[in-house]
């Protein structure tokens, strides 16, 4: 399950429409932090609203009534190849322990490269609670300097702490899923009843809807 590939928002479209709202009333935070566990679909909310920002003036922009990206959208195909020039990702590489001050200096160099017109930057940050001390330090002070064309998603796995001093500097949003958007969920991406299937031990030990994907796929191809 690739949330850039999650077309389509469940569970998180009151959300998604609050962070709309503030959009559309010049209210929207530059510094948003979304939290909650592993799978939940934080990524996924995240590639929602960017594409949303984006898409304004594209042609089959980003649905606001269904909550739906069009895979035609042209801000959709860039960013999902990474070649979209207003935006930046950071992300834990496999082979890494930690996300590196190096990787927030190259970040810092794309802020300070000119904006297209009025367009805005947007810089998502995975796996935060991964970043290292002096990467930490050195973001603060980018994520400080006032800029109106730039906007900070980060994505942090709640079951880890992250600093106060990050945690502060940022407009927090939890998330959860109830059990039934988690069932829906997981129904609509299967498209199966997979999930009522399971016996209470699967469902104890995978109660997000990215494990259970990755499980359902594992049964699946393995037959």
């Known amino acids: 399950m690739i949330p850039i590939e999650q077309l389509k928002i ?17 209210k929207l935070p530059k510094n948003i932090l979304l939290s909650g566990k592993k799978g939940i679909g934080k990524s996924t909310l995240a590639y929602h609203l960017i594409n949303y920002l984006f898409s304004k003036n594209d042609e089959f922009k980003y649905d606001t009534s269904n909550f739906a990206i069009n895979s035609n959208n042209k801000s ?48 998502l940050i995975d796996d935060i609670e991964y970043l290292s001390l002096n990467s930490i ?29 990050l945690k502060s500097r940022c407009i927090k949003f939890n998330l959860y899923l109830s059990n039934e958007d988690r069932l829906i969920i997981i129904n609509k991406l299967t498209n199966s009843q997979f999930y009522n299937d ?9 109660n997000s809807p990215g494990d259970i994907i990755l499980l359902y796929n594992f049964f699946k191809n393995n037959k």
């Open 10 to 26: 469940y569970g998180y479209e009151k959300t998604m429409s609050e962070l709309i709202y503030l959009d559309n009333n010049h």
């Open 137 to 165: 330090n050195a973001l603060l002070k980018v994520i400080e300097e006032p800029n109106d064309k730039i906007f900070f998603f980060l994505i942090h796995d709640s079951k880890t702490k992250i600093l106060d001093t």
């Open 76 to 123: 959709y195909l860039l960013v999902k190849n990474g070649s979209h020039p207003s935006f930046y990702k950071i992300f834990l590489s496999k082979e890494k322990k930690n996300i590196e001050i190096s990787d927030i200096r190259n970040l810092i160099s794309f802020t300070n490269l000119s904006t297209l017109g009025s367009e805005k930057k947007i810089i």
């Open 198 to 206: 399971l016996c209470n031990d699967f469902k104890n030990s995978y």
